[in-house]
């Protein structure tokens, strides 16, 4: 089983930033691949950004070039750097990976930008 903590969202105004970080509890995390999803009201929930165990990053057309996925394997955390927030990244934004086919999720992190 892989338990997942995600921190770092809050309240940001339009143009800033800020860096969510996941924690994950176990020690194979160096081969698993790891993914933000975020899930705003009202839709699904979207992939946002993903990075596989060789660090190959993979982003949703909408933060390309804003957000910034990154995993440091000695601490078992993954990190999502987002600048130049908007309004519609307005979301609950968890953390996944997929261990033995089934899905692991964070708790979520809300991360408000206001105008």
């Known amino acids: 089983q892989v338990q997942l903590v995600e921190s770092g969202g809050g309240l940001v105004q339009a143009g800033g930033s800020l860096r969510l970080s996941c924690a994950a509890s176990?020690?194979?995390?160096?081969?698993?691949?790891m993914g933000w999803y975020r899930q705003a009201p009202g839709k699904q929930r979207e992939l946002v950004a993903s990075?596989?165990?060789?660090?190959?990053?993979n982003y949703a057309d909408s933060v390309q070039g804003r957000f910034t996925i990154s995993r440091d394997n000695a601490k078992s955390t993954v990190y999502l750097q987002m600048n130049s927030l908007k309004p519609e990244d307005t979301a609950v934004y968890y953390c996944?990976?997929?261990?033995?086919?089934?899905?692991?999720w964070g708790q979520g992190t809300q991360v408000t930008v206001s105008l």
């Open positions: 176990r020690s194979i995390f160096s081969i698993l691949t």
């Open positions: 990075i596989t165990a060789g660090g190959s990053t």
């Open positions: 996944n990976t997929n261990r033995a086919v089934i899905n692991y």
